[in-house]
């Protein structure tokens, strides 16, 4: 019965470890950048990663059920928390989270910008590409989004003109 629940689990030191953990995931993810783990933020690629290494360790080691399952109960509780502090201090949202950064205003490549990213123009203009566009003046703004994505926001219409509202809470310098 020890595989189901240990008296000697230490599950205070789990929850503390899993918080540890996570933060320490959230932080070396922000300082490599997203590009690596395209569609994640930070936070979810953290909460991926934990949940993942929980998941296997309680799987193939010495780790009870119990111990694993406090830890992803931890984990998922930390979520929550996380999330209402992000919907509540919207600053506490930015320390966990990259915003938006604008690559391109207009047909002009912003290269400090792609610098801070670390992608290079032959990758900027390989997402110019895929997007059909076929000249620059073309292109209204492109975005590095908190997801590792790249937007391109272009039209064939000059007449039309980019809303400031699409691109609210988009840094133009990193």
């Known amino acids: 019965m020890e595989w189901i629940y240990n008296i000697k689990d230490p599950l205070w030191e789990t929850f503390i470890g899993s918080l540890l ?3 320490v995931i959230i932080m070396v993810t922000r300082m490599v950048g ?9 936070y979810d690629f953290a909460f991926t990663v934990a949940i ?3 998941i296997s360790s309680t ?6 059920i119990v111990h694993g399952s406090v830890a992803i109960a931890s984990l998922l ?12 201090y919207p600053k506490f949202g930015s320390l966990i989270s990259n915003k ?3 690559l391109m205003d207009g047909n002009k490549i912003l290269y400090k910008n792609l610098k ?3 992608i290079e123009k032959k ?12 000249d620059y003046k073309q292109v209204k703004a492109v975005v590095l989004e908190s997801t590792g994505d790249i937007s391109v926001l272009h039209t064939s219409d000059d007449m039309v003109n980019l809303s400031s509202d699409i691109l609210e809470g988009v840094r133009k310098t990193p």
């Open 21 to 23: 953990i996570f933060i």
């Open 34 to 42: 997203l590009r690596s783990f395209a569609k994640f933020t930070a």
């Open 52 to 54: 993942g290494s929980i």
């Open 59 to 64: 799987l193939t080691s010495s780790t009870t």
């Open 77 to 88: 509780l930390l979520t929550f928390v996380f999330s209402f502090l992000q919907k509540a």
């Open 100 to 102: 938006p950064l604008l």
């Open 116 to 118: 801070h990213a670390r």
């Open 123 to 134: 990758q900027l203009v390989a997402k110019l590409r895929e997007a059909n566009v076929l």
